[in-house]
């Protein structure tokens, strides 16, 4: 076949030749003349290359049929075993027949096209059914000003935000990584889209874009890798759920032999509870150090101590308005235990926070200076594989002096002290399903209230390895 | 300001702290850190992130490991997406672009060895497939020699000073090794041909090198772990095709094998599967020392 490839090249080539030549012959002109021959050999050697990469994709064809048999062959072996050897519906997995066929193949090449310079896309998605005793809408906390996102979850079914996350190495210094979500109401927003060094060396990571801050435990992890199916109270009322902006993070990373990491950031202050970027637009900044090792080899911990403080210019916040300062110091401290340091069977997870807020300014125009304080623990125990329950209590508490104009407010607390008591039952269907069922002993209003979720959450595509 | 001071102090003790050895090695499983031992001696100081009771698959990016990764000259690793979820977090986290992908600081021992089974379909329908083939390769001792020499010279390249050394540690481990893997041939060779039951697919090397038949996998899909009827189904399997003994890795959960070898009546037995998953299995000579022996041992009951 090849030859006669070669032959058929070789004519057409020559009746170029002869077709060209009584044109050089006419014109006896130098130049065209050479133009013609450099035209005749790109000719001939575009035919030469494309019956070459004829040839290639051939063989590759031929390859790829014989191992498709091979494989057809081997799997057929293999139910006919199955069908002999059991009687049962559903076969059992069985080895290739004896003697096992090597199936060697020499080490893989990466793949030449185009597309393997994509990023890893991967696609999380979670939709949930949830019944709650008294209208979520009407929730409140009383004597805390909520953000927008810190609210309860709708009744009945919900399709939850839907999240596209994208990344991969810019160049040998920089990595990318976007995440955009979709809520339930088609709302498209970019969670997260950011920049970060890779090699800066000496423990250095600088970050620039739009991220969440690495502030506390549970801040920065996506609401997939939570343990529960929401943020707990503190989380909800000191930051909005979780507290991401634009803005540049610096992160240094002690040549120690325990695990010590301090950082930095500066946002630009228009995410709860900052709000109208004051300061050309640079309005937060946060500082934490975070350390942490293994106890012994079953369990491991971190701790973290960590500070933000925001201004807002006129934040608001259903009608409330607010500018001052904000600063709030949050400690965390995780533990992690599995037996013999082997999760896969069963584990344990520790974890709580503990939340100091100070809030300085005008609130709906009454001058306000006051502490508020807030906590969650819980724990997380997986008893055998693919099955967790977790238990968590949290508790908020403002202790304003309140001013009489405020009286009826949404910071008067009514003598009441917010708090929520729930509890979780997991079972994954792989290390990428998952399905919960959670119960929310919900005090943060003035009258209780129970609440019921049943939440689906699934990760396709590449996903990225989690954080501890 | 005493922030600062305690900054400053941390940062002088960091750049005046004595070096320890010539080179730092993050080993990502037990048997890389082994084999760097070998390969190294005392030029290298070894830090080796799992032991023989954790699977490998499924390690948390703890903080221990990132610090341990921030000062590391390489990361010996088994490659193959075996560490796929955990090691890129801890490589970004450590901040140490030593050990990315593709610079000589990252050693993946797969990628020197002819890989089985490589999944003709991409499909986490299939379970815990990896795209490169089946990752555990060190099963096989034919395979640590394979590797050895590669990662002396990657020792040695990332170190020049000692490329001497580093030559004549591979030299005499490959003498050793090569009669080393004569006598546990010589040892094993009643093992040949027999038909055993392996909880999961991780066998394949050792298998195919002592010539053991694998009639089938506890697992109904790499990594999903069997039900109670799917155990059924395997016990009407091995009614059928009779088994010698039922096959798991220390890491794993005893419960599916030992379900099977009651009801068929034939041995469990536990294999270290990498240095320190038995206690007999100090090294990497004692690792294959007892996974034979623990072998014959199920044959002849």
Redesign the interface.
């Known amino acids: 076949m090849s030859a006669t490839k070669t032959a058929l090249c070789a004519i057409t080539a020559s009746l170029l030749a002869s077709a060209s030549a009584p044109a050089l012959a006419a014109s006896g002109d130098d130049l065209s003349a050479i133009r013609a021959e450099i035209k005749e050999m790109r000719r001939d050697y575009e035919h030469k290359i494309d019956s070459l990469e004829k040839r290639l994709r051939a063989a590759e064809a031929e390859a790829k049929a014989a191992k498709a048999a091979a494989v057809a062959a081997k799997a057929k072996t293999g139910a006919l075993a199955a069908t002999t050897t059991t009687s049962a519906s559903a076969p059992v997995v069985l080895a290739s027949a004896p003697p096992p066929p090597p199936a060697e193949t020499p080490a893989p090449r990466p793949p030449a096209s185009a597309a393997s310079f994509n990023p890893a896309i991967s696609a999380i998605l979670n939709g949930s059914v949830s019944s709650i005793e008294h209208d979520p809408a009407l929730a409140a906390v009383h004597g805390f000003a909520l953000g927008d996102e810190a609210g309860l979850p709708d009744r009945g079914f919900s399709l939850n935000e839907s999240e596209v996350a994208i990344s991969a190495n810019v160049d040998p210094e920089l990595l990318a990584n976007l995440i955009v979500s979709i809520d339930g109401d088609n709302q498209l927003s970019v969670e997260e889209a950011y920049i970060q060094t890779t090699a800066l060396g000496n423990g250095f990571t600088v970050r620039g874009g739009r991220f969440f801050s690495s502030i506390g435990y549970l801040n920065e992890k996506h609401a997939h890798a939570w343990d529960f199916e929401d943020a707990p109270l503190p989380y909800r009322v000191f930051l909005n759920n979780q507290y991401g902006d634009d803005g540049v993070q610096v992160k240094w990373l002690a040549p120690t032999d325990f695990f010590l990491e301090f950082g930095a950031e500066w946002f630009r202050g228009d995410a709860f509870p900052a709000g109208n970027a004051d300061d050309n637009g640079m309005g937060t900044v946060t500082a934490y150090v975070h350390s942490g090792g293994d106890i012994d080899e079953e369990s491991s911990f971190l701790a973290g101590l960590s500070y933000l403080r925001t201004k807002a210019d006129g934040r608001n916040t259903g009608g409330d308005m607010f500018s001052g300062t904000d600063d709030l110091g949050i400690a965390s401290l995780v533990y992690k235990w599995a037996p013999n340091g082997n999760p896969v069977n069963t584990n344990l997870v520790l974890n709580g926070e503990y939340f100091l807020g100070h809030e300085d300014g005008q609130f709906n125009g009454v001058p306000v200076n006051y502490n508020r304080t807030g906590f969650y623990v819980q724990g997380a125990y997986q008893f055998m594989p693919r099955w967790r329950i977790a238990l968590r209590y949290a508790q908020v508490q403002s202790d304003i002096d309140l001013p009489l104009a405020l009286a009826g407010s949404t910071l008067d607390d009514f003598g009441h002290s917010p708090q929520a008591t729930s509890a979780m039952l997991e079972y994954d269907t792989s290390e990428f399903g998952r399905l919960r069922l959670q119960y929310t002993y919900d005090q943060s209003d003035l009258q209780p209230n129970n609440e019921v979720v049943f939440q689906y959450t699934i990760a396709i595509g590449p996903h990225g390895a989690h954080t501890f | 300001m005493r922030k600062l001071i305690f900054?400053a102090a941390?940062l002088t003790a960091?750049f005046t702290?004595p070096a320890r050895a010539d080179l730092n090695v993050f080993a990502c499983e037990p048997e890389w850190g082994a084999l760097s031992k070998e390969i190294g001696g005392d030029k290298v100081s070894i830090y080796t992130a799992t032991?023989g009771?954790?699977?490998p698959h499924?390690i948390?990016?703890?903080?221990?490991l990132?610090?341990?990764a921030?000062?590391a000259d390489i990361a010996v690793c088994t490659g193959a997406e075996l560490e796929?979820?955990?090691?890129?977090?801890i490589v970004?986290?450590?901040?140490?672009?030593k050990l990315?992908a593709g610079q000589p600081g990252l050693f993946e021992a797969a990628?020197?060895?002819?890989?089985?089974?490589?999944p003709?379909r991409l499909d986490?329908a299939e379970?815990?497939v990896h795209a490169?083939?089946n990752p555990h390769i060190q099963t096989d001792p034919r395979n640590i020699l394979t590797v050895a020499k590669p990662l002396a010279d990657r020792f040695a390249e990332l170190d020049p000073a000692n490329a001497a050394y580093y030559a004549q540690r591979y030299a005499d481990f490959a003498q050793r090794w090569t009669a080393a893997i004569a006598k546990w041939e010589a040892e094993a060779a009643p093992l040949k041909g027999l038909p055993v039951a392996a909880q999961h697919a991780g066998w394949i090397y050792l298998?195919?090198w002592l010539g053991l038949?694998?009639?089938?996998?506890l697992e109904?899909?790499p990594?999903?772990?069997p039900s109670s009827g799917?155990l059924?189904?395997?016990l009407?399997?091995i009614e059928?095709?009779p088994v010698k003994m039922v096959v798991r890795a220390a890491?794993q959960?005893g419960r599916p094998s030992e379900f099977v070898s009651e009801r068929a009546k034939v041995p469990a037995v536990t294999l270290p599967f990498t240095v320190g998953g038995t206690d007999e299995a100090k090294d990497l000579f004692s690792l294959f020392d007892d996974t034979i022996k623990r072998l014959l041992a199920a044959a002849k009951s």
């Open positions: 900054l941390i960091a702290a032991t009771a954790q699977d499924q948390q990016a703890r903080p221990s990132i610090a341990k921030r000062g796929i979820g955990w090691m890129p977090k970004e986290q450590s901040a140490n672009s990315a990628s020197f060895v002819r890989l089985k089974e490589i003709a986490r379970g815990d490169s083939g298998f195919d038949h694998q009639i089938v996998v109904p899909k990594g999903v772990p799917y059924a189904l395997v009407a399997t059928k095709q890491y959960d």
